[in-house]
């Protein structure tokens, strides 16, 4: 179950490459640019990195003047040539009730040949929101070198001692970059190009390793910002780091970042089953799943897997055989669905963060009996008859992605599409802002009516 890997180095990203993101950085620039002038007025750098990991997407304006819309959690732009001067820049939270101010720097002064970076860091739910502004003369790099600054954005994280080294040293002889807390900075340094090991360890304490990059070609020329940020994804490490070298963005994983996977029994009519991985029969990844269920997740390598679905009883019929992809970081959902005779997988993409300013429902069709449905997510007591659905001609095995709800207490009811009766489906669902809901619709046990949810709170 768990084979050996093995990690090729990491590349940063070189000067000006495109990497990661190029959609995001090709508006940004063509929107920030709209701000710049032609005039000849010396110029200044500008570029704005979201590392708050339970703000929601983000608008950033600058005057007023929306330049970047809908900036996720992880996403950042490259820099942008602006006219030296006084600038208002504001951040708008995007909330399922609309935008609200959550950063706002007026009058921020843009010296020339300067290069600014304004983070968004720490946490909607504690208040600690805040812009962390670093400046830094325009200078190009000495060939042959690389240069990087690390900035401490992840709010839960302790002080650490950052440790950039040959790869494989002994981090007991070696020198720490810096030891730094929560919004504070390290660098800029710069180091011949080649290939380093980044480690990330509590202050002073070199053994307590909290992150490994692993060995990561830094490229001559490259001039890099990496932001430790709160890991929202998988595996042990509490951070990760994002790269950005000026044009684009990516993200360094832990290299011990796992997939996590999990089960989902959604047959009316198959008995209860084991998730068999590799054909490792004797060592079932999920045991005697019955219907309708979710397993909890498993952490395993990234990597191709063989995953057959058999019998628990027996473990001699097959009903699915599939070669599935894990990617590191990723949580997948595999559901075995539609009745017996057709059963399948349907694999899901899993995005398990908490966000603080909205619950988050993703409702997936499993009903093998029910045919193409509308769902309606209303305020309690509405008459649907008077609204649209929510969701409109929704096919079998289809799903309607995260969907950001305010706090409160909604009505789910699932029609046949096109009509406003009969309501096959209809619960209530209380949520809260930070919540995250996957919602099944599926069959009844045997399969048919009566037609129910499968409501799996995924909240951490």
């Keep these: 179950m768990n084979p050996p890997t093995t990690h090729a180095p990491s590349t940063l990203p070189a000067p000006r490459r495109n990497l990661f993101t190029a959609g995001l950085i090709a508006a940004a620039a063509s929107l920030l640019a709209a701000c710049g002038s032609d005039s000849g007025t010396p110029q200044t750098e500008l570029r704005v990195i979201h590392a708050s990991p339970d703000a929601p997407k983000v608008n950033v ?4 003047n929306a330049v970047l819309t809908e900036v996720d959690y992880k996403a950042g732009s490259g820099f942008t040539s602006l006219d030296r001067g006084t600038y208002d820049i504001a951040v708008d939270a995007i909330t ?9 720097v007026n009058g921020a002064s843009l010296a020339a040949d300067t290069d ?18 670093i400046a830094n003369p325009d200078t190009a790099v000495p060939s042959g070198q690389a240069r990087a600054q690390v900035v401490h954005g992840a709010p839960d994280a302790p002080a650490v001692s950052v440790y950039v080294t040959a790869p494989g040293a002994d981090l ?16 800029p ?9 980044i480690r990330v360890t509590l202050a002073g304490n070199p053994a307590a390793v909290v992150y490994d990059a692993g060995t990561v070609a830094l490229p001559s020329g490259a001039d890099l910002l990496l932001v430790a940020v709160a890991n ?10 994002l790269v950005n070298d000026g044009t684009t963005q990516a993200e360094l994983l832990d290299v011990a970042t796992t997939a996590d996977v999990r089960a989902g029994h959604l047959s009316p009519d198959a008995p209860a089953v084991d998730v068999i991985v590799n054909d490792d029969l004797a060592n079932p990844l999920f045991n005697a799943a019955t219907y309708p269920s979710l397993t909890p997740y498993a952490s395993v390598p990234p990597a191709t897997y063989n995953i057959k679905v058999v019998d628990d009883a027996s473990q001699s019929l097959t009903v699915i055989n599939e070669n599935l992809a894990l990617a590191r970081g990723v949580s997948y959902s595999v559901l075995a669905v539609d009745f017996l005779a057709d059963i399948g997988p349907l694999v899901l ?3 398990r963060r908490s966000i603080a300013t ?8 499993g009903s093998p009996s029910a045919g193409p449905v509308d769902i309606y997510v209303a305020a309690p007591a509405t008459d649907i008859s008077t609204i649209n659905p929510t969701f409109a001609n929704v096919p079998f095995k289809a799903n309607t992605g995260y969907v950001g709800l305010a706090g409160g207490t909604y009505e789910v009811s699932v029609t046949p599409a096109g009509a406003k009766t009969p309501v096959a489906i209809f619960a209530t669902l209380p949520i809260a802002n930070g919540d995250i809901f996957t919602v099944i619709a599926r069959d009844n046990p045997g399969g048919g009516a009566p037609l129910g949810l499968l409501v799996e709170d995924e909240t951490d």
Excluded: M
């Design 232 to 241: 929202t994804t998988t595996g042990p490490a509490p951070i990760t780091l």
């Design 172 to 187: 007991a002889t070696a020198t720490a970059l810096g030891t730094f807390s929560f919004g504070e900075d390290l660098g």
């Design 116 to 133: 600014y970076t304004v983070v968004a860091i720490g946490k909607v739910a504690n208040g600690t929101l805040a812009p962390l502004v």
């Design 61 to 64: 304006l600058l005057d007023g």
């Design 96 to 104: 399922p009730a609309g935008t609200a101010t959550v950063i706002s």
């Design 358 to 365: 909205e619950a988050r429902v993703r409702i997936v069709h």
């Design 189 to 197: 340094v710069e180091v011949p190009a080649g290939n380093y090991q």
């Design 349 to 351: 993409t899993d995005d």
